[in-house]
């Protein structure tokens, strides 16, 4: 009974709690677009009693979303409500009266995974495939490569496979994991993203998937494939698929194979190969991802305990 005059009757109490005030957002640059949605980097000001403003990431929707893709972005809103993990991008807050809805959540400075570890490509070298290059205005031109280190590279999948673990706890299917979904947040701190697609599973723990959208064919098991069955179990064979783009430093996936040719083959038991620069212990934990049955694969707290251990290794 005590909201504040501007929420309309249809804020629940609930979403009062992340209801954010419009005019303290001030829009600034667009950090990443896709069909139907886009992401702007936004000044937040006094967000959780902060006497400056936040550097924010606004997620809206274009004109030409239709109720689908509204839908869709209040799922994530809904999902993101709960979710409370160092390497889950974390949700500030919700514009949803009086205009488009805007989901705020943390900026991550270095912008998508997949954008980084292309940008981390030395020209001179020669595994830089220049096909492979972001254009620039994906990410910061002026900022010269960082380089990383093969410790690095372990340190994302450990931290990918930390948020995951964490999400298959609260039985979230994250259905489109891949490096373009993972920020890059300050210190290299992984961030995974994009729940537009995400389900929970709170009763079985198979989602299936009502009717056909975009589909990601090379980040997808055979089952999810063939049946539109999702589990925890498929996001692993995702990962698996993450892992190899890490160490391609961003490499698409599946060079050269046709989306529609790609199911027979995993069905006939071809799998990428090792790629170079890769040890022979990561590859291995590649391919028991990508075992054709789903409980065959790791869970992701094994995997996250797999990527502890190769990285005390390391030190
Ligand atoms: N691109 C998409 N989401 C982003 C975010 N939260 N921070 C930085 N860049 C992004």
Known sequence: PYYKESYNSSVSPEDAKWEFEREHLQLDTTLGEGEFGKVV????????????????AVKMLKNCAS?????????????LKDVQHPNVIRLLGACTQNGPTYLIV????????????????????????QRYKPSKHISNPKEPPELLTIRDLLSFGWQIAKGMKYLSEIKLVHRDLAA?????????????SDFG??????????????SKGRIPVKWLAPESLYAQIYTTQSDVWSFGIVLWEVVTLGAPPYPGVPPERLYNLLLAGYRMDRPENCSDEL??????????????????????DIFDR???QRT
Not at 180 to 192: C, D, E, T, W
Not at 197 to 210: F, G, I, N, P, S
Not at 283 to 304: E, G, I, N
Request: proline share 2%; net charge neutral.
């Open 41 to 56: 980097k936004a000044k937040a000001y006094n967000l959780d009693g902060k006497q400056n403003y936040t550097e924010v």
């Open 197 to 210: 697609l995400t389900r929970d599973v709170y009763e079985a723990d198979t989602y299936l998937k009502q």
């Open 180 to 192: 373009r979904n993972v920020l890059v947040g300050s210190g290299k701190v992984l961030k995974i």
């Open 67 to 79: 109720g689908v893709e509204q839908q869709a972005l209040w799922s994530e809103f809904n999902l």
């Open 283 to 304: 590859y291995a934990v590649m391919q028991k991802c990508w075992k054709t049955d789903p409980q065959d694969r790791p869970t992701f707290s094994k995997l996250a």
């Open 106 to 129: 943390e900026y991550c400075e270095h912008g998508s995974l997949l954008s980084y570890l292309r940008n981390s490509r030395l020209e001179e070298n020669g595994y830089v495939n």
């Open 310 to 312: 190769m990285l005390q």
